[in-house]
């Protein structure tokens, strides 16, 4: 009889064969024969990002960018563009810089090793098992969240899913089930079951279970303890954050914009002059009156009240947006941001449109504002 890690691998291989959904990366080379480069750049975006979401970029991208060799040359700003909506942009300059660090290397090809791979910025363990097996089908884990919770639950292990300990154990259920005869030479297949698995069927909320091929082998299933595998954890604190954005037009209509510090959230991004502070009950923010000194900005008079106020979530911080307008003075003459290295330009909207800026000041910068200026 064959043994039940051979089992789950040989089930898990022929659901993914008949179930895997239809992604832009995929095709057409099966798991394990992929255009490395495309995977490079596929796991790079999928890092923090859905994949339906990233299906939607990913081909955009490649026309952009349809080599590695292209990647490599480009200019980082132009790669940042390109990345504009996806957040967490330390990827973009990540992907870009493993880019010309292969074609670097004596043959400019990706390495076959994770090892090896773990040594490009931005490729941590997961990132190089998953171009490792999927692109050379190496046979070495790829192990996610979404791999990590599918193991958790099929073996009932009562951990948290980023707790320590977790990452070892599924490190090792992940590297018995590539060892097994089914897998050999299906590496890559396997690693994407597991995590297409933890996508579609075995997700944290309300896993499907009636749809999974492992429900007969799932051992959290069979104690009924898969909503509470894996064990929660408590919600990390968010630092609340106040942003003020000052949106500034001149007579022939174009807006200022000023480039973010080079390190730090939304590194060296563009935005509308901008000043964080902290925000909280007893933190009132900033008046009308203190913004254009704050901001360096001398001369500017602010309408009395913001324009509008939103907040916009990123993982670790809540940041409250306030957005301000005035009408460029006739001698208005703006130096750099108040953080130095902080260049400031005039732009149209449609310049605007096509630089690297966050998704909050798109939200700021690209809206029609007519209106507000009008005198
Ligand atoms: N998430 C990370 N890698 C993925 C892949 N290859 N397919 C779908 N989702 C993924």
């Known amino acids: 009889m064959a043994s039940r890690d051979s089992r789950i691998a040989r089930t898990l291989l022929e659901w993914f064969d008949a179930a895997a959904r239809d992604l832009p990366w995929r095709p057409p080379g099966r798991a394990g024969r992929r255009d490395p480069y495309h995977t490079l750049v596929s796991e790079f975006m ?10 939607e970029r990913f081909p955009r991208f ?23 909506g996806l957040g967490y942009y330390a990827r973009a300059r990540n992907l870009h810089a493993a880019a010309r660090a292969v074609a670097d290397l004596p043959h400019a090809r990706l390495p076959h090793d994770p090892d090896q791979l773990t ?10 098992g998953a171009i490792a097996s999927l692109a050379f089908n ?10 990590s919770r599918v193991i958790l639950r099929l073996e009932a292990k009562d951990l948290p899913l980023a707790g320590p300990g977790t990452l070892a154990f599924a490190h090792g259920r992940a590297t018995q089930l590539l060892a097994t005869e089914p897998a050999r030479a299906s590496a890559g297949a396997l690693n994407e079951a597991l995590i297409e698995l933890g996508a579609t069927i075995c997700t944290p909320r309300s896993p499907r279970c009636e749809a999974c091929p492992l429900a007969r082998e799932c051992r959290a299933r069979k104690l009924k303890a898969q909503a509470r595998i894996p064990r929660a954890k ?37 935005q509308a002059p901008t000043l964080e502070s902290p925000a ?16 360096h900005l001398p001369g500017l008079n ?3 009240r913001p324009v509008e106020t939103f907040t916009h979530a990123t993982t670790h911080r809540l940041v409250q947006f306030r957005i301000w307008t005035a009408a460029a003075p006739r001698d208005f003459a703006p130096g750099p941001g108040p953080a130095g290295d902080q260049p400031r330009e005039w732009k149209k909207q449609d310049q605007i449109a096509m630089l690297a800026i966050s998704n909050p000041q798109r ?6 504002r007519d209106s507000l200026f009008d005198r």
């Open 46 to 55: 999928l890092q923090q990002t859905q994949a339906a979401r990233v299906a």
């Open 62 to 84: 490649l026309a952009r960018f349809p080599s590695l060799a292209h990647l490599a040359r480009a200019d980082e700003q132009d790669v940042l563009a390109e990345w504009s």
């Open 119 to 128: 040594a490009l910025p931005g490729v941590g363990r997961y990132t190089a």
């Open 138 to 147: 190496t046979p070495t884990p790829a192990v996610d969240g979404n791999v």
């Open 234 to 270: 408590p919600p990390a604190r968010q630092k609340h954050l106040r942003a003020d954005s000052v949106l500034i037009r001149d007579r022939a209509g174009r807006l200022l914009i000023e480039r973010r510090p080079r390190t730090g959230l939304w590194a060296a991004m563009w």
């Open 280 to 295: 909280g009950p007893d933190e009132p923010g900033p008046t009308a009156r203190q913004l254009p000194r704050l901001l």
């Open 302 to 304: 602010l309408g009395p």
């Open 363 to 368: 939200r700021i910068l690209l809206a029609d």
